[in-house]
């Protein structure tokens, strides 16, 4: 993910779907501060225990796994998201 302008990411964040989100930004940024980030940013209001889920999903299906020193990486079934493809916020 090339870097985007900020008034993009903010847009980004709050139209994309959370899976998605996770996707691109989990391997990328510590959780600590992903989950704020995530729960601010949103045009609905989430809550932890929906990030929690999305997140057991995204383990699932092998899209992240855990990596070195506990932190989140990219797993074997891991794929950019269609709208980092299509260059949509660039």
């Known amino acids: 993910m090339e870097r985007i ?3 993009k ?4 964040l709050r139209d994309e779907s959370i899976d998605d989100l996770l996707t691109i930004l989990a391997p990328r940024m510590p959780l600590h501060r992903l989950d704020p980030l995530m729960i601010r940013s949103r045009k609905e209001n989430i809550t932890n225990t929906e990030l ?3 997140f057991d999903k995204l ?3 092998g899209i992240l796994i855990t990596g070195e020193n506990g932190q989140v990486a990219k797993g ?3 794929d950019e998201p269609e709208f980092i493809k ?3 916020y660039n």
């Open 5 to 7: 302008d900020k008034n």
């Open 52 to 54: 929690i889920e999305s």
């Open 86 to 88: 299509s260059g949509k």
């Open 76 to 78: 074997p079934n891991w």
């Open 9 to 12: 990411f903010k847009v980004m």
């Open 59 to 61: 383990y699932k299906a």
